[in-house]
């Protein structure tokens, strides 16, 4: 009863160690993928006009 249960442990870390590479890939796409920051300007006149 007592190795199944290692098993299992070893099994839950290996996963962990699958899901690393996919967490690592889901950051880096959002930092390809985000958009320029607005300029400045922009918001100043935005925020201006909006009472």
Do not use: E
Request: aromatic share 10%; hydrophobic share 30%; charged share 30%.
């Amino acid at each position: 009863m007592m190795t199944p249960r290692k098993r299992l442990k070893h099994r839950k870390t290996w996963r962990k160690g699958g899901r690393f590479p996919i967490a690592d890939d889901v950051l880096l796409r959002p930092r390809v993928a985000s958009p320029p920051p607005p300029p400045p300007d922009l918001f100043l006149t935005f925020g201006y006009k909006t009472p």
